[in-house]
């Protein structure tokens, strides 16, 4: 088995998970959806009383998947407020004054709902301590589109303690699998790749990026997905967190 001196984790449903059951059902065309909606909707619908949700629900899902495959264009990481301007141009609404202020309170209404749903199993902070206890350079490398919150997170669940550099994908401009932001995590930590082991559980965003600087990866493959033929292939396997044990304790 391979020395490491350093490991660097996902943080999303890697060290914390989403568990979107916490958010209120949306039953919508036969079709019933989890999100965050209700919560926007509420701030929005104080500056446009007359919009009912059945018209503002379709821009709302359309704006988050064209956003997403923005991203995804070039992986480029842009602020979630971009997502609700785009809602906002999608409906044929008009910028005014009072723009500005609804935009950042929807974007706030999005992640409170969204960090309403997140858990910090114990299992997963007791590796974090062993790993940390161990001696482990130890740092985050998130996606995420709103560092605010993925900060509020970290310091709620009292994680920042087991974690000596983070580094958040909007802050970077890019996200994983870019290779900037596995170099912005070695810069702070003053690291080869060599020495690291990422961990994390989108094999494309974490494992392929985290191969292509010349780190090795964990592939925290929870959901039992076939791990034939990729390429390249991860240099580990685990179905939950604690198993790093086997790997660096």
Same mark, same amino acid.
């Given at each position: 088995?391979?020395?490491?001196?350093?490991?660097?984790?996902?943080?999303?449903?890697?060290?914390?998970?989403? &568990?979107? *059951?916490? $958010?209120?059902?949306?039953?919508?065309? +036969?079709?019933?959806?989890?999100?965050? #909606?209700?919560?926007? @909707? %509420?701030?929005?619908?104080?500056?446009?009383?007359?919009?009912?949700?059945?018209?503002?629900?379709?821009?709302?899902?359309?704006?988050?998947?064209?956003?997403?495959?923005?991203?995804?264009?070039?992986?480029?990481?842009?602020?979630?407020?971009?997502?609700?301007?785009?809602?906002?141009?999608?409906?044929?609404?008009?910028?005014?004054?009072?723009?500005?202020?609804?935009?950042?309170?929807?974007?706030?209404?999005?992640?409170?709902?969204?960090?309403?749903?997140?858990?910090?199993?114990?299992? &997963?902070? *007791?590796? $974090?301590?062993?790993?940390?206890?161990? +001696?482990?350079?130890?740092?985050?490398? #998130?996606?995420?589109? @709103? %560092?605010?919150?993925?900060?509020?997170?970290?310091?709620?669940?009292?994680?920042?303690?087991?974690?000596?550099?983070?580094?958040?994908?909007?802050?970077?401009?890019?996200?994983?699998?870019?290779?900037?932001?596995?170099?912005?995590?070695?810069?702070?930590?003053?690291?080869?790749?060599?020495?690291?082991?990422?961990?994390?559980?989108?094999?494309?965003?974490?494992?392929?990026?985290?191969?292509?600087?010349?780190?090795?990866?964990?592939?925290?493959?929870?959901?039992?997905?076939?791990?034939?033929?990729?390429?390249?292939?991860?240099?580990?396997?685990?179905?939950?967190?604690?198993?790093?044990?086997?790997?660096?304790?």
């Amino acid at each position: 088995m391979k020395n490491y001196s350093t490991v660097f984790f996902d943080l999303f449903d890697t060290i914390i998970n989403f &568990n979107f *059951k916490k $958010l209120p059902a949306v039953d919508m065309n +036969g079709i019933r959806s989890r999100t965050t #909606s209700k919560e926007v @909707y %509420a701030v929005f619908s104080r500056y446009y009383p007359k919009i009912r949700f059945t018209a503002f629900y379709p821009p709302f899902i359309e704006s988050y998947h064209r956003f997403q495959e923005k991203k995804l264009e070039e992986f480029r990481e842009y602020p979630n407020r971009d997502r609700f301007q785009l809602m906002l141009n999608i409906m044929n609404i008009e910028p005014t004054g009072k723009s500005t202020r609804m935009i950042e309170e929807m974007v706030t209404a999005h992640m409170d709902g969204l960090a309403s749903c997140v858990v910090f199993p114990e299992e &997963n902070k *007791k590796i $974090l301590e062993r790993i940390k206890t161990a +001696g482990y350079i130890t740092a985050i490398v #998130s996606n995420f589109d @709103y %560092a605010p919150t993925a900060y509020a997170l970290i310091h709620r669940h009292g994680i920042r303690k087991y974690f000596d550099d983070i580094v958040i994908s909007e802050e970077v401009g890019w996200r994983k699998p870019k290779p900037a932001i596995f170099h912005r995590a070695l810069e702070l930590t003053k690291k080869d790749p060599g020495e690291v082991l990422f961990v994390g559980d989108n094999y494309g965003a974490d494992v392929a990026g985290a191969k292509s600087v010349g780190i090795d990866a964990v592939w925290l493959n929870t959901k039992n997905r076939t791990s034939d033929d990729l390429t390249p292939p991860p240099d580990y396997i685990i179905s939950a967190l604690p198993q790093l044990d086997d790997i660096l304790l």
